[in-house]
């Protein structure tokens, strides 16, 4: 039997020919859940853009508008990460964080 590879000796199996390509592409359509956020409530701590792995959190001025839906895959990271607590979000109406997850329609 062949002797395996180890992962340094490995050829590599893709190459990004251009820097930003991942913009072009809409990969937002395939979420089953979608983040959503207390506008009200949110102090803007920006944690949630600081670990969105989509880039997807939009930020203006230093403060979050909102989220790319275009981009965004649903993961739930910036619901999980976000610190601050509500005992009725504006949207859902539940208790959590400002940030939450809510099917996709």
Sequence with gaps: ??????????????????????AEYITGTWRSRRPVRDEEKCTHCMICWVYCPDSAVIVKDGKVQGFDYDHCKGCG????????????????????????????V
Excluded: D
């Design 1 to 22: 039997m062949a002797e395996l590879k180890g992962w340094k000796e490995l050829p590599l199996g893709a190459v990004v020919l251009e820097p930003g390509s991942s």
């Design 77 to 104: 990271i910036c619901a999980h990460e976000c610190p601050v607590k509500v005992e009725a979000h504006a949207v859902t109406g539940k208790p959590g964080k400002v940030i939450q997850m809510v099917e996709e």
